[in-house]
């Protein structure tokens, strides 16, 4: 069984400031694991992918997520956050290429960023 | 070039009325997942298509639940005799060959009044 913990529903920053996006997860098997972004009225965009390659990924839109196995852990940061970042993010873990395909998401955080 | 579309893109019916959702995905892709997403509930899987199969429908929540893909492309969920707790965004997502990424249509959002 597969599930994900996302600390903090809502996150504010300022702009220009770092953002810090916590999610762990549980997981039988060697994880993959994604982090998703949602804008307001449309679907999920992929932000990028931990598929048991590199362990420092490099997504879209400037963000990267750090994979730390001893930690359960795949958070997700941004050096420098813009108004167009606001937006909720899910993270989320699949079985890898020969386990479970379906998705299990956290719950979601808001980000919001302030002027 | 096409993502994955979604039909209707709002869906109101009755309680009791049967609804058919349609997901046109990415072409070439040959697996399809449908979600659900709700306030209540949060994002959770329903069903995996790899072509026209689904080896897994373990989230489906219940009989009244359905759906098929047919040429290993258009897919449709049926729900019949809705319910209110039936009211949600419904996602569909389409990968490659390479199953690690899905790619997510814009949701149908369905209320049952």
Known sequence: ??????LGSHVSVSEGALVLLRCNYSSSVPPYLFWYVQYPNQGLQ???????????????????????K????????????????AAEYFCAVTEGDTGRRALTFGSGTRLQVQP | ???????????????????????????GHTALYWYRQSLGQGLEFLIYFQGNSAPDKSGLPSDRFSAERTGGS??????????????????????????????????TRL???
Do not use: W
């Open chain 1, 1 to 6: 069984a597969q599930s994900v913990t996302q």
């Open chain 1, 46 to 68: 992929l932000l990028l992918k931990y598929t048991s390659a590199a362990t420092l990924v490099k997504g879209i839109n400037g963000f990267e997520a750090e994979f730390k």
């Open chain 1, 70 to 85: 001893s930690e359960t852990s795949f958070h997700l940061t941004k050096p420098s956050a813009h108004m167009s970042d």
């Open chain 2, 1 to 27: 070039g096409a993502g994955v579309s979604q039909s209707p893109s709002n869906k109101v019916t009755e309680k009791g009325k049967d609804v058919e959702l349609r997901c046109d995905p990415i072409s």
């Open chain 2, 74 to 107: 258009v897919s449709t969920l049926t729900i019949q005799r809705t319910q209110q707790e039936d009211s949600a965004v419904y996602l569909c997502a389409s990968s490659p060959t390479n199953p690690y990424e899905q790619y997510f249509g814009p949701g």
């Open chain 2, 111 to 113: 209320t049952v009044t």
